[in-house]
């Protein structure tokens, strides 16, 4: 059965850091491509940050680049999220998901393109 479970959430105030963390079993998850997405309240679902299967290539929203960092240790199954510089508007679930295609980034920016997702987990910054 596949499972990916996030942690590292919680609340901070602005400027601050968090790493989330995403451990992922029941599938070759070093042939993946991972993402990490987010909901506010009362807002769709949107693309935070991507990484490629092997790692050599990573994707990042205007909003987060330069703040976030996303890394992966396939030996450990797990996909980071380094979170710096938070901002209130960063306030929302935190969600990874496993891309549905191995070997593959296509549509990397897009929830439909990934098949398995987290239970997710609240970030909140506070001002």
């Known amino acids: 059965q596949v499972q990916l479970v996030e942690s590292g959430g919680g609340l901070v105030q602005a400027g601050g850091s968090l790493r989330l963390s995403c451990a992922a079993s029941g599938r070759t998850f070093a042939s993946y491509t991972m993402g990490w997405f987010r909901q506010a309240a009362g807002k769709e679902r949107e693309f935070v940050a991507a990484?490629?299967?092997?790692?050599?290539?990573?994707y990042y929203a205007d909003s987060v680049k330069g703040r976030f960092t996303i890394s992966r240790d396939s030996a450990k199954n797990t996909v980071y999220l380094q979170m710096n510089s938070l901002k209130p508007e960063d306030t929302a679930v935190y969600y990874c998901?496993?891309?549905?295609?191995?070997?593959?980034?296509?549509?990397?920016?897009?929830?439909?393109?990934?098949?398995?997702w987290g239970q997710g987990t609240q970030v909140t910054v506070s001002s």
């Open positions: 998901a496993s891309h549905r295609t191995s070997y593959s980034a296509r549509r990397y920016f897009n929830p439909a393109e990934y098949d398995y």
């Open positions: 990484i490629t299967w092997g790692g050599a290539y990573t």
